[in-house]
């Protein structure tokens, strides 16, 4: 196994990383500022990105980064949650037996967010993943889910994170009064070429290692074939040190690079 050879503890290029050992990209920077912004400001946040780009990464960070104290977070990814299960989830982790009927189901969780506002002084920070995947009908019912007072007041924050095709369902006039109601708006950007070393680095220091296993070369081939999209720079920077090791080189080299890429479809 490469691990071993590499002097790795683990492939260091793995999906799950805790959110202390991230790579603070300008971009997540910058997202971690909107953020901010919006925890003062409360309402609704829109975080646009391509598939990959870090998206659920940097909300997980986001949640952990909650004072507990002071916020409640709430997690429902569309691509494996129905809309019904969001409804019902939603009301159970407000804590209150979901009802049945839609319209009773709306009130209740309305009811259950203002008290937790109003009463606990706890802001339900609910977070919606893959939004890109919501029909017309789920977006409308989000804005009335979440119009409280007649609009003078936001007692939770609501973010909506999901590929770029959110934008064109959000432009849809229907939409609109939902769109109105953005409160900050992030697009997520792939790493900066300059910024590949650092996240390389930073990933391997989470493997266990302080070595340079990538050339500057190899890097620049890299960045060349994954764009600075920091999933698939993980499945090709994988493969590399696997190729690497099968050759018995201890840095990867381009040549390795292309090689890695040639059996990744991308
Ligand atoms: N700032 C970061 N530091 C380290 N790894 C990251 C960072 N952002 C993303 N990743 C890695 O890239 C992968 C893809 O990110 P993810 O958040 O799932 O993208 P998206 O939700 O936009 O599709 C994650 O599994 C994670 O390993
Ligand atoms: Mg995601």
């Known amino acids: 196994m490469f691990t071993q050879f590499f002097n ?64 409640q977070s709430f997690y429902f990814p569309l691509a494996t949650v129905t809309v019904q299960e969001f409804y ?46 919501a029909s017309n009908k789920l977006l409308e019912d989000l804005r009335i889910i979440f119009n409280f007072n007649m609009d003078s007041e936001n007692p939770f924050i609501l973010i909506l994170a999901g590929q770029p095709l959110i934008r064109s369902k959000l432009a849809l006039n229907v939409n609109n009064p939902l769109r109105q109601r953005i409160v900050v708006k992030h697009m997520m950007s792939n790493m900066q070429k300059d910024e590949l070393g650092g996240y390389l680095k930073t990933r391997l220091a989470f493997g266990g290692t302080h070595e340079e296993l990538f050339t500057a070369p190899s890097m620049e081939a890299i960045y060349g074939v994954t764009n600075g999209v920091p999933r698939l720079v993980n499945s090709l920077a994988t493969n590399c040190l696997l190729y690497a090791c099968e050759k018995k080189q201890r840095q990867v080299d381009e040549e390795t690079v292309y090689q890695a890429q040639s059996e990744l479809n991308f």
């Open 88 to 133: 019902r989830g939603l009301a159970l982790e407000l804590g209150e037996e979901p009802k049945h009927k839609k319209v009773d189901l709306f009130r209740q969780i309305q009811s259950a967010i203002g008290s937790m506002y109003y009463e606990r002084r706890v802001t339900p920070v609910i977070i919606l993943d893959e939004i890109h995947m």
């Open 8 to 71: 790795l503890k683990f492939n260091p290029f793995t999906k799950e990383i805790p959110v202390d050992k991230l790579f603070l990209s300008n971009n997540l920077e910058e997202l971690t500022s909107r953020l901010m912004y919006l925890q003062r400001a409360r309402g609704i946040g829109l975080i646009i990105g391509e598939a990959g780009t870090g998206k659920t990464t940097a909300l997980r960070q986001y949640a952990q980064s909650l004072n507990p104290a002071l916020f």
